[in-house]
């Protein structure tokens, strides 16, 4: 369903553990085994343990959901160390802000490694997290783990802002209770909710599971709103050609192309595609139509003729996004 540089994830949640020393019970964690896609343990420190004490504690653990671990201090080489063990094991390395001197070069030396590398930060511990969000993509990271409890209703606006600013996928801790919740963080540009080890086992296994099934019945779990909606900067995916003064102005102002340059790249994306077809529909192509949630019995029609089921017109339109966002 999601795949993060080596470690494919059968779905978007990851449960992370709160033992302060590092080193959960095996356990503690069985009820919530297999259920979430990835399963964090941290935070270790660098400074007070060793990455053979780590890795044993690591090795403890047998599981069926993707394993990762998340560090804090060390010098270079314990650092190092780390990564190495995780790209052999295969598992996902997580380094903690604050640490911002030399996080980039850090980042880079980590990568060099081959490891699969995530940063954790909170916003209001980073001066300007949406550009340092863009550095670290830049430089290699594979995700970006925010740590946005507390914020509440500010929270998928934080969201939008680091996605939009050009950052790796992101993963929002976040108090959760619902689906609706998950997806308002999901369609703000989020590409994993992170959750507590004390989070009720039923509702881990029903979320993911309802994550999963609504990826299978839509196609992308994750989709944006539209833009006239306060979508994220994917959502030009699903916009119309600039006819008349909407929000896609500002939202292409934003990636610096001109409404004339977005006609000829989208066109030029689609031609030849299964998003090409669209006679009947408002502007004569699939490439400018709207989210399959979203009613329109002519797309529906053109769909149909064309042999396009939902899901797939979806998957078309997510390769869209990325296609157009691209540097």
Request: glycine share 8%.
């Amino acid at each position: 369903m999601f795949k993060i540089g080596y470690l494919n994830l059968d779905n978007p949640i990851a449960i992370i553990s709160t033992e302060s020393d590092g080193f959960p019970d095996p356990a503690s964690l069985a009820s919530l085994n297999g259920s979430a896609g990835l399963i964090m343990l941290g935070r270790f420190n660098l400074d007070q343990v060793t990455p053979s004490e780590i890795k044993r504690a690591l090795d403890r653990h047998r599981t069926r959901s993707a394993l990762g671990f998340s560090t804090s201090g060390g010098e270079l080489e314990d650092l190092a160390e780390m990564a190495e063990m995780a790209a052999q094991e295969e598992r996902l390395m997580e380094v903690e802000l604050p640490r911002q001197d030399g996080i980039i070069d850090l980042v880079r030396e980590i990568k060099n490694s081959g490891a699969t590398l995530s940063v954790r930060a909170r916003p209001d511990a980073v001066e300007d997290l949406r550009s340092l969000a863009r550095k670290l993509k830049e430089a290699g990271a594979d995700l970006l783990h925010l740590d946005l409890r507390g914020l509440g209703p500010e929270a998928p606006k934080v969201v939008k802002r680091i996605s939009d600013g050009g950052a790796p996928p992101l993963m929002v801790r976040y108090d959760v209770g619902d689906f609706q919740g998950a997806r308002e963080l999901l369609s703000m540009g989020a590409d994993m909710i992170s959750l507590s080890d004390e989070a009720d086992p039923e509702f881990v296994a029903w979320l993911a599971d309802t994550l999963k099934r609504f990826h299978d019945l839509v196609g992308w779990y994750n989709a944006p709103k539209h833009i006239c909606s306060g979508g994220d900067l994917r959502g030009i995916a699903f916009c119309c050609p600039p006819v008349k003064n909407c929000p896609l102005l500002g939202a292409l102002k934003k990636i610096n192309v001109s409404p004339k340059e977005f006609v000829d790249r989208k066109l030029a994306l689609t031609r030849g595609t299964p998003l090409e077809p669209g006679e009947g529909t408002c502007f004569g192509s699939l490439a400018w139509c709207c989210k399959i949630t979203k009613p329109c019995f002519m797309r529906d029609a053109v769909l149909e003729r064309q042999g396009i089921s939902p899901d797939e017109y979806m998957r078309l339109k997510k390769k869209l996004a990325e296609d157009l966002l691209k540097a």
